[in-house]
């Protein structure tokens, strides 16, 4: 084995979205304000330190998933080598190698197969049911955190705030405007700052809250209205100053065609329409044609925008609950059709054989809705899915016996191909004659003589159940991606 691996995963974190997180959650917003009170760096310090501590975690919780994973991939390495040392032995005329037993050859493949059960479930894979430690003493893992955020002078996350660009926007705002944010600084000068700096929605309500209720009775309902205004033109100005600056802001137009779409883009919000012209200028056209297609209006910013969350979120919980679902079918061995990014392509989501040799034919449903009323990849479009995985199957096995003469099949394989075909023959018969009230019972028949099961998964969303008309067809929810409850800080 190995040593130890450092992956610096932290550092992929986007400090914005840190920042919007830590907002966002209580018990941080509560950490963050301690630390400010008892640092003569007040709030900014605060934060970085937040943000150190965060980047810090993901790097050691990294370090271990995946160092763990790679160990039981060389572990898995070693027992493949081994198995085929010994088959490659026998296959050449010999008997088994000296001190080998038959015994010890079905011993390797249960290793072999317990290795590779145990590396779809990481955490227990790791850790099986004891507490997730990163040190073996908490108090001396946070001093190596202080030190090293001390050592870095704080700058963790290389945060700077835009304190120019802040206070041009106080500059060009009105004098009364002004009056107003200069009086709630006097007053409450850490609640402002909480309510200018919120990188969410849901944060800048209740700093918006919390600083109204702390002026209350101190400024007049015309004073609020104005500095409510001021707090947002300052917020807009921060946000923009932090993720876009001009220079780069007139790139990502220059490289934009379209008249209509440019406007919108120099207009528009800085955390998402902004930042996918500036990193993914292909997909915001593609996106922007689309929702012109639907009907949207070509100045219509805001509703744009709320396209492209629409689409993201949707797309983002698709591609989760995907690769969520692989990764948590423990009854599921061998997948010959895994997750992917193409979670807008019509068809089955996940195909794979089970260890008692039934086939999965799966599809994800990461949505918000509790029950699921239909799944077409597995009812009405049944049979053309079916026929195209067992096609695309036998293309790649085509493929791969082309590039290797040599290459034979997984015997389960083939096995698996057939039946689905043989499956997809008889419901599509099913499906042209016979009673249709019988004909969910006569498909859910076909499945199971043919050891096919239908699974709806919910890796990424809240479904639970399914209507009667689907499990008369044999359907079933598989809930996956349930979240892992993490024993108490100090194993109390």
Known sequence: MTGPRRFRAGRFLDAAAVHAAADANPRLRRFMRTVAEHSEAG??????????????????????????????????????????????????????????????????????????????????????????????DAGAYADSLLREFDAGSGAAGRHVEPAAMVGDAFRAMPADRQAALRRAAELEPAALWRTVAAESESAKRAAVADLETRLGGRLTPDELARLRTAVDDLGRARSRALQVSDARLAEALARIGDADLRAVVAGGDVWLTQQLALHNPEALTTLWRRFRDRGGRADDGPGFRAY????????????????????SLSSVELFLKGPDANVKVAGTDLVGIGHDGWVWLIDDKSHRATSVTGVSALTDNLVANLRRDAADFRDAITRLHRDDPGFTPDPRILDAISRMEDAAAEIDRINRRGSASTRPARISAALAERRLRLRVTSAAGEVREITQALRDLGLAVEPTGAP????PVGGR
């Open 308 to 327: 492209l969350r629409h689409d993201m979120v949707t797309y983002g919980r698709g591609v989760l609950g995907e690769y969520s679902a692989a990764f």
């Open 484 to 487: 892992v409850p993490l024993p």
């Open 43 to 136: 709030e900014v310090r605060s934060r970085r330190l937040l943000e150190h501590l965060i980047r810090r975690i993901v790097d050691d919780v990294g370090d271990l998933h995946l160092g763990n994973a790679l160990n039981r991939l060389e572990r898995i390495a070693v027992l493949r080598d081994n198995i085929a040392a010994i088959l490659d032995h026998v296959l050449e005329g010999g008997t088994l190698p000296e001190g080998v037993r038959v015994a010890t050859l079905g011993e390797y493949f249960d290793q072999l197969s317990t290795e590779m059960r145990e590396l779809s479930r990481p955490r227990d894979g790791i850790v099986g049911d004891a507490p997730l430690r990163l040190a073996d």
